[in-house]
């Protein structure tokens, strides 16, 4: 929580405008009851009307400043609080944009978009509530005990009894409360989980005939859930009442001291109701600050995932002097490459060495967990190589720009994203001055104008959250269009073919071939129809190299191969 | 990491406690009236709970709205015995000045008198003496005349004394007498009885009113008949000392008060939390078991994030409802009334003043309220904007990154970030100043009380402990105000996911079961689907006229480009949707006469999104079958290849999957939903053939395991592998969600039709032109 705070940096001045206002503004709340001790000493003992009325003037003014001062607060209050979620959610979003796949994949898409959004929103909400409403306790506890010693330095004492009873009242209950609190939290977690898989698991549940145990999961969590909330609910209960005893305790003792203090005349009956008033504004206070601790373990946890998002290293960046940005024709190759993921024992690539041409096609097969996105997510230097280097004509990647680097390279992922807008913006996304005309050929090269062309609107038609309103196939086509329409020097596809049917599948790598006459192209991807007939097959087993070649030669000479092959195609389409 | 669950919304935020602003828009229910009567219907079985939390509610109030009264009561009883002390003391001293200036009149007096007693009685016994004749014996007689004499002479002489004095000291007689006897009364302090002191005082008020005036310094008891009066009554109440006893007897009342209300109010709450979460829980079991009973039709329409967020965080928001709002309804209202009675029983005209910034509350709040619902509305929509942009570039990261558009996506998030702050900032500045604002209308409140309660203390209308207790009143008065306000606006928002929970309960069910369910002892997997139509929509039929006869032991291959609905068949066969016209048969008997529960017993499945849940592996695969042993289990992962990899597992078939199940392949995944349809030994199999995502050795052990799981039963196979399909007996070629094509694989490639172009086009990859 104190990390986030750190943010506030530029706002120490505006914090501390803050506590004065509030604290002023607290004072002036203290301070009603002075002026009306004043009346009733002078006024009522006196019998004087008019400075009753003067008196009352008085407060009206006090109170007048108090509200400007608690309006400006809540003003610079609002700034503040507000702003910081702001700059939080500036930074997390440009940090998490810097994130290299590695770090990004470590989190996971759901809960970086959780902590940038709710977790940021609950962090800003108990911000105002510290600022508004916690910050007033303390305050008003100091402001209470220097106007009270001023009317009675030895009466004072029983603030000084009493508050710290207080703080160790709220304290107890809340150290007791606030891990039961968080267990809350992790029941629900519990109950959220069993759920969730009761939905994605209906079919699997309902085939084995396995509801009536489900519900017995899901009714020891939610029974769980239960008692831990009575529990924690039980203790809450004790709060208000414990707080109202002290509170009254505390009027009785000022009360009762008071009325020594009054009889050896070292007190005025005035002075005592001011005492009474404050003692009850002080508790007031604690009251709301107290009811304000249940938010804090949600606000924390939230603050500790943004956190943890924050003071992640980006491990991919620019080099200081980069290599000027060259276009050259696009020779990929891959040297002696080695790469293992975060925190696998195993290497993901081990030795890979390479040389893919302009013109050509090669093609990466191999079982999964063989390393080809893996190879294929190293290129644009999603991830760094642990050994070896991977060059671009001659320059090895880690010194270019990733902003050059990248814009050679036409990259179409395994899954094929598409962002709202029309379909034009999302080719645009490949190029951003890109004509219509160079727009409507790449999607005739990626098979996709059919079924834009039938579409309403044709290419501007709006895909309404990334394209929920086209099948598996058409996303993909359109994500292979904005490859094509960047016009790089580098395609790589990314198993981009495995949602085509067969038919379209092919029909597109004809096209294609006319269109990457003289790039180079990499394609990775499990079915054997698809690599074929491409120049270069690199066969990957368990993330080294078992192979190279074409066809006839690895079925000749690569067991690993063949295997794949006759997994796929029986003996008969192999002959 | 421990926010799986984050994906939910956290709308209960605003929810409960007092720090829901009032400002918030709010969210309606459609039927309120409906919707309430249904929850409180949900908190029938605790009625007895409930009404006991709500006599010690309504009680710990009533003393809790007692208390500061009594307070009041010390007070005054303070302010009366101070009072007193200070008039006795005043008066005491004032009659020590007074005796010390009457003293010199008094002594003149006597002075006097004794003079001119004494100069009348020589006087007389000379005149007498001198009528008699020298040396006369004065018999008795005689010396009793004179003394008598005397005695009148000195009377009379005294009397024009005292009246030459009088004149002198220019009062009248009986003012003299009153001094004389003012000066005569014993000093107050020293007075023992109250009583005695009260008459004393009060006769030396009545007195000083006969005493000359310009002889001032005496006059000292200038104060108001009235507070004479209240001095008098006081020092008859307390004998001019503070009444200790008195205002110790009072604070063990207000003690007891307050320990009483502090008690009940603690068992009210320590009962509600039983009350609330028990309610809760009845809800979250009625929500569970009834999705059990729901189509799946429901579960294909609904997204499970949808479905979550009404069992568990509209539930939540119904427990923190009645968790704190409800009691705090309860109290808010007790204390609103109980707080006016109590006012109104100190002063009729100050509660006037306290009720005259009600309507100024309700003016203020509905002004700001208004003012900020723009800002609210701006703050929604923008947080949505930025929540829409970052949930698509984060799953677009790697696009974003591939195509170098991080500039642009900052660029965009940026620009919404600042609208965000400024809507935000602004709604949460109104918000934040609706606090800042009540408090100074109840300054406001506070300052006229004072004013005129002073005022009214002057006139002896009301006393200074009234007033204290009665701004204690005012003050406390502002909490149900705001509170009942944000209560209501709690409760709307509750009654609004009380509805939506009740929505799920609402839902269609499936069909009954049959009556006289039919149970197949020995399946054998004869499966015949005779004219069977199916549409998921009623606009869209999906398959109109299916025929199929699938003999015990055959295989039959699904094919199709993927999202062709293959599911579809899987759906009917288990019953997970019903068909709308003609019947599926197993092994003769139609099944919709069979139990849901005994049909699906015939079938065992295989589908390609592995789903295992969060247990022991152990669990996850005796979920094909209840009761299964330890031996049954090891046996079937034996039977599906997987024995050995659960065995190299550390802690083998008690590893615990965890929740996403990522500590273990997909592959691996595979082989244990494997096992656990072996262990389910099912007559037919349904199996999705999908490998895609697994390696090729694990893919070996997976077809192996697939091989000997088919071997001797019904088989319906999503196929993918070549051989697979070929061998089967009945190839279904499906497409855009309807079977388009039926038969085997020779019938089909002859046909030249779809299938057919299906096949060359995957195993022909490289002959293009064929393809095209």
Known sequence: ?575 | MSEKNEKQENQSMGGGGPGGSIGHPVEKAKNFKGTLFRLIRYLRPHRTRLSIVLVFAILGTIFQILTPKISGQAINKLTDGFIAKSAVSNISKEQTKARENLQQLINGLTTAKTQASDAAEKAVETQMKATLPAGTPISPALQEKIDQAKTQASATAEQKAEEAVAEKANMNESQLKAVQEFYNLPNVKDIKSSNKMADTVKKMESLSKQLPQHNSGKSNINVKESDMKTAISDIRETGGKIPFDAILHVLLIMLAAVAISSVFLFIMQFLMSTVAQKTVYDMRRDVDKKLAKLPLKYFDSHTNGEILSRVTNDVDTISTTLQQSLTQLIQAILQLIGFIIMMLTISPALTGITLITLPIYIIATALIARASQKYFAGQQKYLGNLTGHTEEMFTGHQIVKAFGHEKESVEIFEGYNKELFQSGWKAQFLSGVMFPVMNFISNIGYVFIAVFGGIFVTKSWLNIGDIVAFIQYSRQFTMPIIQTANITNIIQSTIACAERVFEVLDEDEESAEPENSLVLEKPEGHVVFDHVQFSYREDEPLIRDMNLNVQPGDTVAIVGPTGAGKSTLVNLLMRFYEIQDGKITFDGMNTKDMRRSDLRRLFGMVLQDTWLFNGTIEENIGYGREGATHEEIVRAADAARADHFIRSLPDGYNTVLNEEATNISQGQKQLLTIARAILSDPAVLILDEATSSVDTRTELLIQHAMAALMKGRTNFVIAHRLSTIRDAQTILVMNHGSIIEQGNHDELMKKGGFYADLYNSQFMGANLDDAG
């Open chain 1, 1 to 575: 929580m104190l990390k986030v705070y750190r943010n506030l940096k530029g706002y120490i001045p505006h914090i501390c405008a803050i506590v004065v206002l509030i604290f002023i503004q607290v004072l002036t709340d203290l301070y009603l009851p002075t002026l009306m001790s004043d009346i009733v000493n002078t006024g009522i003992m006196k019998n004087d009307v008019s400075f009753i009325i003067h008196e009352g003037g008085l407060m009206l003014g006090v109170a007048g400043i108090g509200i400007a001062c608690a309006i400006l607060a809540s003003l610079i209050g609002s700034r503040v609080s507000i702003g910081l979620g702001s700059i939080l959610r500036s930074k997390i979003f440009r940090q998490i944009e810097r994130f290299s796949l590695r770090e990004f994949d470590q989190f996971g898409s759901s809960t970086l978009v959780t902590r940038t959004t709710n977790d940021i929103v609950q962090i800003q909400t108990v911000t105002v509530l510290i600022i508004n409403m916690m910050l007033r306790a303390p305050l008003t506890a100091i402001g209470g005990i220097i106007l009270a010693y001023r009317q009675d330095s030895s009466l004072t004492l029983i603030f000084a009894v009493a508050l710290p009873a207080l703080v160790i009242v709220v304290a107890l209950i809340m150290t007791r409360a606030i891990p039961l609190f968080k267990k809350v939290q992790g029941k629900l977690d519990k109950i959220n989980l069993v759920l969730r898989e009761n939905l994605t698991g209906i079919r699997v549940i309902r085939a084995f005939n396995r509801i009536n145990h489900e519900e017995k999961r899901f009714d020891t969590a939610s029974n769980d859930l239960t008692s831990t909330y009575i529990r924690v609910n039980q203790i809450m209960a004790f709060l208000m009442p414990v707080l109202m005893l002290l509170m009254n305790a505390m009027q009785i003792a000022i009360i009762w001291f008071g009325s020594t203090r009054v009889d050896t005349g070292s007190l005025n009956i005035g002075a005592l109701s001011a005492f009474i008033q404050y003692a009850s504004l002080i508790l007031i206070n604690f009251i709301m600050m107290s009811m304000m601790f249940i938010f804090i373990p949600r606000a924390q946890a939230a603050a500790e995932r943004v956190t943890e998002v924050l003071e992640v290293k980006p491990d991919i960046v620019d080099p200081e002097s980069p290599q000027k940005s060259v276009t050259g024709n696009g020779y990929l190759e891959f040297r002696n490459v080695s790469f293992r993921y975060n925190g696998a024992e195993r290497s993901a690539l081990t030795g890979v060495s390479f040389l893919a041409k302009p013109g050509e096609t090669t093609a990466i097969i191999g079982s999964t967990g063989s390393g080809k996105s893996t190879l294929a997510n190293l290129i644009p230097r999603f991830y760094d190589v642990e050994n070896g280097e991977i060059l671009i004509d001659g320059v090895d990647i880690r010194k270019m720009t990733q902003e050059n680097l990248r814009s050679r390279i036409g990259f179409v992922p395994q899954k094929a994203i598409l962002f709202t807008g029309t379909i034009k913006d999302n080719m645009r996304y490949g190029r951003e001055n890109a004509t219509d005309e160079e727009i409507i050929h790449a999607a005739q090269v990626a098979q996709a104008s059919d079924f834009v062309g039938e579409m309403k609107n044709g290419y501007d038609t709006l895909l309404s959250e990334g394209g929920l309103n086209l099948s598996g196939g058409q996303k993909q086509r359109l994500s292979i269009a904005r490859a094509l329409v960047r016009r790089p020097e580098i395609y790589v596809f990314d198993d981009s073919f495995s949602a085509l049917d067969f038919k379209t599948d092919a029909k597109l790598r004809a096209a294609l071939s006319n269109e990457t006459e003289n790039s180079t192209v990499l394609i990775v991807a499990q079915r054997v129809g698809t690599v074929m007939s491409a120049d270069r097959i690199i066969v990957l087993d368990e993330g080294t190299v078992a192979g190279i070649g074409k066809h006839e030669e690895l079925m000749k000479t690569c067991e690993v191969y063949r295997e794949i092959v006759s997994s796929q195609l029986s003996e008969e389409e192999l002959a």
